[in-house]
């Protein structure tokens, strides 16, 4: 089982949450990660901006690609194609999402970096968390 941490803005996880929480997508570039991605796995969402955690969620089957537009991107004609069903099992309101730095001192992966640059432990689309990460944020959520 892998732990997945996706990165996307604030907009797109409200997309995804009038969609249903039905699939989630990883950007062209993650294609062998996303191809990695299993029944089973688990996915947070981080959102920019806000530096938080917004939700969880189960992936429920393989994944496949699409090029239909769901999610925004700054990058002109990105379609996050990677795609994978999901299940949400915590998807926190707006405005109540779970900030990092109140858990970062515990937050394994981010010690990748100096303290002041935590930020960049959230670069870019798609991170692999260990299992006491995983349990960390679970349990905060």
Known sequence: MIHWLLVSSPANFETSRVRGFDIAGMKSRWR??????R????IFFYL????????EALVTGEAFEDHT?????????????????????????AGDYLAVESF???YEYARRWPAK?????????????????YKLIHGLL
């Open 48 to 55: 920019t901006g806000f530096k938080s955690i917004a939700g």
């Open 32 to 37: 062998k990660a996303a191809s990695e991605a």
């Open 69 to 93: 537009k769901i999610w925004e991107s700054t990058k002109p004609n990105e379609y996050y194609p990677h795609r994978f069903p999901i299940t949400i099992k915590k998807a926190r309101d």
């Open 104 to 106: 970062l001192q515990d």
């Open 117 to 133: 640059n935590w930020t960049l432990a959230f670069q870019g689309n798609v991170h692999r968390l260990n299992e006491k990460d």
């Open 39 to 42: 029944p089973g796995d688990t």
